[in-house]
T-cell receptor, first 110, second 115 residues
Framework: AQRVTQPEKLLSVFKGAPVELKCNYSYSGSPELFWYVQYSRQRLQLLLRHISRESIKGFTADLNKGETSFHLKKPFAQEEDSAMYYCALSGRSNTGKLIFGQGTTLQVKP | EAGVAQSPRYKIIEKRQSVAFWCNPISGHATLYWYQQILGQGPKLLIQFQNNGVVDDSQLPKDRFSAERLKGVDSTLKIQPAKLEDSAVYLC?????????????FGPGTRLTVT
């Protein structure tokens, strides 16, 4: 079964502290993994995808196929990082269909 | 560039009533998605269109939900009759084409409350 699990509903850290949002997936094959973010009163938007291997707003995520994980990390959290974060996967097909996790709220305290 | 537009933004109906949501994708985007997001969960794909054809509707409850994209541009999602468990945010997204290499752009969503 295809599934994305984000074990934490809420992650609360202080400004300047490191952040790690966990994501585990279940998929028979080689999926593509994404992180989407929704800031307060804004639309859901793509943050990064594993295939591009880029750092966006200081965030990085490494696909670990052995542990079937795609954790999102940032060394120093900023208050503007406070948002809802969703991990999602897409199978290597032509449809682009996304399967989302339940989401984690990141709260960065001053 | 204008983003994905959705209307209405909020809707409250009683169970067994019908409701329709409208989506206008980004100009030129061939692929359109409808997602259902129940409170506390991530979005779940209901149906995907490529132009005016259906690519995936495997998770659409077809006994009560229907969707169309007649001219390959705007799309309408209908629920008839609504149930309490249909209370959710309905998100529309579009992308230039079908496939994982194309970013999906999301609309603001329609929040449906069924009482």
């Amino acid at each position: 079964a295809q599934r994305v699990t984000q074990p934490e509903k809420l992650l609360s850290v202080f400004k300047g502290a490191p952040v790690e949002l966990k994501c585990n997936y279940s998929y028979s094959g080689s999926p593509e993994l994404f992180w989407y973010v929704q800031y307060s009163r804004q639309r859901l938007q793509l943050l990064l995808r594993h295939i591009s291997r880029e750092s966006i707003k200081g965030f990085t995520a490494d696909l670990n196929k052995g542990e079937t994980s795609f954790h999102l990390k940032k060394p120093f959290a900023q208050e503007e990082d406070s948002a809802m974060y969703y991990c999602a996967l897409s199978g290597r097909s032509n449809t682009g269909k996304l399967i989302f996790g339940q989401g984690t709220t990141l709260q960065v305290k001053p | 560039e204008a983003g994905v537009a959705q209307s209405p933004r909020y809707k409250i109906i009683e169970k067994r009533q019908s409701v329709a949501f409208w989506c206008n994708p980004i100009s030129g985007h061939a692929t359109l998605y409808w997602y259902q997001q129940i409170l506390g969960q991530g979005p779940k794909l209901l149906i995907q269109f490529q132009n005016n054809g259906v690519v995936d509707d495997s998770q659409l409850p077809k006994d009560r939900f229907s969707a169309e994209r007649l001219k390959g541009v705007d799309s309408t999602l209908k629920i008839q009759p609504a149930k309490l468990e249909d209370s959710a945010v309905y998100l529309c997204a579009s992308s230039p084409s079908t496939g994982t290499s194309y970013e999906q752009y999301f609309g603001p969503g329609t929040r449906l409350t069924v009482t």
